[in-house]
C-alpha cells in the first residue's frame, strides 16, 4: 500500500490527521502532497486550523484533515 492510500484509509474510518500524526503514524512526511493528491483523484477532504503545543510549549495553528 503507498502513502495514498495509507492516508485515505486512516480518513475513511472518520479520524483527522495532522502532519505530525501522519509523520508517527505512516512516516509521510508531507502530508499536504499526499492531500493534494487525493484531492486531485477527486476526493473531497476538508481542512481545519487547530491550536496545538509545540515541543517548546508555544502554541502553534496546524492543519487537519478529515472527510
Known sequence: ???NEWVLKYLQTGKRLTARDALQTFGVMRLAARILDLKD????????????????GATVKVARYFL
Open 1 to 3: 500500500m503507498n502513502q
Open 41 to 56: 483523484s477527486g476526493y473531497e477532504i476538508r481542512r481545519e486550523m487547530v491550536e496545538v503545543n509545540n515541543r517548546f
